[in-house]
């Protein structure tokens, strides 16, 4: 079956724009996460969606937000890009989350440079 | 805070030979830990996940170990090949996290012919 699929692979936003990036979750998965990794910081948890509902939110300011759709398709938006955002965001889907030791399983990821 | 060290950032070994990767944990009481593989470019991919219950784990050539007391994992690739090359990370989640895990900085693995 297909896995997670990131939309798009590959962008370039100027500081201030605003920036959507699309997640389709493996079929059946209900669970949705987001990370964001840099170099210097690693993986971090962004947030996490499940059946539209945000359950979990990392430490991250509120220019992040996403959502979950019916479908599980889910989308995070940063809002007044800074160059600081530059990062590869993976979104990682389960069935029911890290409850019970689901596994997690990724996408390939988008490339953001913020310029 | 809760904090997550992988031993070393960097581990180099001859082909054929055992790695074994640390993963120590503190202010922390996970109920799963996890391993994954990451090529430079790509999303992580699972490996393997151990319950906090559990003291090992095992698939193919890999084994996982998972002391609750000394806060550490402990992951090994016998017979470890070229192939094996790769940025390898331990993630730690509790059994309310939702979703949430939480990563080491991971250990780059280099694999000699």
């Known amino acids: 079956k297909a896995g997670v699929t990131q939309t798009p692979r590959y962008l370039i936003k100027t500081r201030g724009q605003q920036v959507t990036l699309s997640c389709s979750p493996i079929?059946?998965?209900?669970?949705v996460s987001w990370y964001q990794q840099t170099p210097g910081q690693g993986l971090q948890f962004l947030f996490e969606?499940?059946?539209?509902?945000?359950?979990n939110k990392g430490n991250f300011p509120g220019r992040f937000s996403g959502r979950q759709f019916s479908n599980s398709r889910s989308e995070m938006n940063v809002s007044t890009l800074e160059l600081g955002d530059s990062a590869l965001y993976l979104c990682?889907?389960?069935?029911?989350?890290?409850?019970?030791?689901?596994?997690?399983?990724f996408g390939e990821g988008s490339w953001l440079t913020v310029v | 805070s809760q904090k997550i060290e992988q031993n070393s950032e960097a581990l180099n070994i001859q082909e054929g030979k055992t790695a074994t990767l640390t993963c120590n944990y503190t202010n922390y009481s996970p109920a799963y830990l996890q391993w994954y593989r990451q090529d430079p470019g790509r999303g992580p991919v699972f490996l393997l996940l151990i319950r906090e219950n559990e003291k090992e784990k095992r698939k193919e050539r890999l084994k996982v170990t998972f002391d609750t007391t000394l806060k550490q994992s402990l992951f090994h690739i016998t017979a470890s090949q070229p192939a094996d090359s790769a940025t390898y990370l331990c993630a730690l989640s509790s059994s309310t996290s939702y979703g949430k895990l939480t990563f080491g900085q991971g250990t780059i693995l280099t694999v000699h012919p």
């Open positions: 079929s059946g998965h209900r669970s």
């Open positions: 990682a889907s389960s069935l029911e989350g890290s409850l019970l030791g689901n596994t997690i399983y």
């Open positions: 969606y499940f059946s539209e509902t945000q359950r």
